[in-house]
């Protein structure tokens, strides 16, 4: 079964660096999205992408994130200069159409955990 | 903004006993999602819910919508240890946006 997948599954960083979290949606997805967990905190919506855009942000997805198809398969999320706050697990997340009146069923991969020292 | 709230925050039960989550939503939405989420796992879809009156069951567990309500539950019946776990109801906002609630965390007691 096709399944969403992130890389790595755990990122030590020292506050200040950048980082790059990767994602291999689903193949014949469309929609992509990202999700944040800090621990043991609800998940929360950072951006979703479509056509090489973003579609939607939350308030929480500010300058120092931003997010790529850099090919045909990976989806990043890069944060430019991480905080302590950053910590968190980041999910990342794949449907196919995400039309209005559609069936849109995200599809979640096993997250990244990011820890920032 | 919407808001998804879930009670109880934390469970703890016997297995054999019979227990109801509940998942209420401040905004009309069509669109609510049931997720299951094991310590440092990823979150494993249990329910998808699309219309009013919509109800969903999958060996001991039941979920059911009240759009007019802005209410969904998820059923537990005769729990078993194995489903202890964090379970999370999201709405959809639009279509490209899941509002997650805070979670309830069910611990099942033998």
């Known amino acids: 079964e096709p399944e969403v997948t992130q890389t790595p599954s755990h990122q030590v960083t020292q506050m200040g660096q950048e980082v790059i979290l990767r994602c291999v949606p689903i193949s014949n997805h469309l929609y992509f999205y990202w999700y944040r967990q800090i621990l043991g905190q609800k998940v929360e919506f950072l951006v979703s992408f479509y056509n090489n855009e973003i579609s939607e942000k939350s308030e929480i997805f500010d300058d120092q994130f931003s997010v790529e198809r850099p090919d045909g398969s990976n989806f990043t999320l890069k944060i430019r200069s991480t905080k302590l706050e950053d910590s968190a697990m980041y999910f990342c997340?794949?449907?196919?159409?995400?039309?209005?009146?559609?069936?849109?069923?995200?599809?979640f991969g096993p997250g990244t955990r990011l820890t920032v020292t | 903004e919407l808001k998804v709230e879930q009670n109880p925050l934390f469970l703890s039960m016997q297995e054999g006993k019979n227990y109801t989550i509940y998942c209420n939503y401040s905004?009309?939405?069509?669109?609510l999602y049931w997720y299951r989420q094991d310590p440092g796992k990823s979150l494993e879809s249990l329910f998808v819910?699309?219309?009013?009156?919509a109800v969903k069951q999958e060996g001991r567990l039941m979920a059911s919508l009240d759009t007019k309500a802005r209410l969904s539950t998820l059923h537990i019946t005769a729990a078993v240890h194995d489903l202890s776990a964090t379970y999370f109801c999201?709405?959809?906002?639009?279509?490209?946006?899941?509002?997650f609630g805070q979670g309830t965390r069910l611990t099942i007691n033998p």
């Open positions: 997340a794949s449907s196919y159409s995400g039309l209005a009146g559609v069936y849109n069923e995200q599809y």
């Open positions: 905004t009309t939405s069509d669109r």
């Open positions: 999201a709405v959809e906002v639009r279509v490209q946006k899941l509002v």
């Open positions: 819910l699309l219309s009013n009156g």
